[in-house]
């Protein structure tokens, strides 16, 4: 079984300054990785996933994230942040014996002031 | 990039009554397709995989009973919430798979938002 955690339910930040968002995750098996991106009353949109290869991973919108195998983690990085970054975000875990199905993790909400 | 339509948006109806939900694939085929449901403030959580032609998986502690699933073709899947009750008023998402496109890529729809008094 699968599961993700992301460390912070909720991270104020001021407008221009850097940001990261903490995930861990756990498995059995090799993992794809994923962060999706929520505005309020929509979808989901991918920001960027982790297949396989490059350990950094350049995601839309200047996101980037860097697997940690060893520390089992996928922390969602940007160097500068807008207040149109203002979103909820969510982490999420599958695998090649999933079948496309993902896990979850609980959501950091992201509120950029100005 | 593909898109994934969710209709209706937002439904309001009565305790009792049937609730159907469309999810469609616009510009690409869906052999699968993902139905979520998402309580405020809370994650998603998979409800049942939807595969094109063939009987709908669902995850345990869903009752397939109460949410009726249908892919009839590969670009249409819908979920049917049967004698709604104030407890499944939710958010509920899907997400379509691109079979001509690694196993990996999924596009969620808008979702709907049920309320049920």
């Known amino acids: 079984a699968q599961s993700v955690t992301q460390l912070d339910s909720q991270v104020p930040v001021f407008e221009e300054a850097p940001v990261e968002l903490r995930c861990n995750y756990s498995?059995?098996?090799?993992?794809?990785l994923f962060w999706y991106v929520q505005y309020p009353n929509q979808g989901l949109q991918l920001l960027l996933k982790y297949l396989s290869g490059s350990t950094l991973v350049k995601g839309i919108n200047g996101f980037e994230a860097e697997f940690n195998k060893s520390q089992t983690s996928f922390h969602l990085r940007k160097p500068s942040v807008h207040i149109s970054d203002t979103a909820e975000y969510f982490c999420?875990?599958?695998?090649?014996?999933?079948?496309?199905?993902?896990?979850f993790g609980q959501g950091t909400i992201l509120t950029v002031h100005p | 990039g593909a898109v994934v339509s969710q209709h209706p948006s937002w439904v309001i109806c009565k305790s009792g009554t049937s609730v159907k939900i469309e999810c469609r694939s616009l510009?690409?085929?869906?052999?699968?397709m993902f139905w979520y449901r998402q309580f405020p403030k809370q994650s998603l959580m998979l409800m049942a995989t939807?595969?094109?032609?063939?009987?709908?998986?669902?995850e345990q502690g869903v009752e397939k009973d109460k949410f009726l699933i249908n892919h009839a073709s590969l670009t249409l899947s819908t979920l049917t919430v049967t004698s709604a009750h104030p407890e499944d008023s939710s958010f509920y998402i899907c997400s379509a798979r691109d079979f001509q496109v690694a196993l990996d890529t999924q596009y969620f729809g808008p979702g709907t938002r049920l309320t049920v008094l």
């Open positions: 498995s059995s098996v090799s993992v794809y």
């Open positions: 939807s595969n094109e032609g063939s009987k709908a998986t669902y």
């Open positions: 999420a875990v599958s695998d090649a014996t999933s079948y496309g199905k993902l896990t």
């Open positions: 510009d690409f085929q869906a052999t699968t």
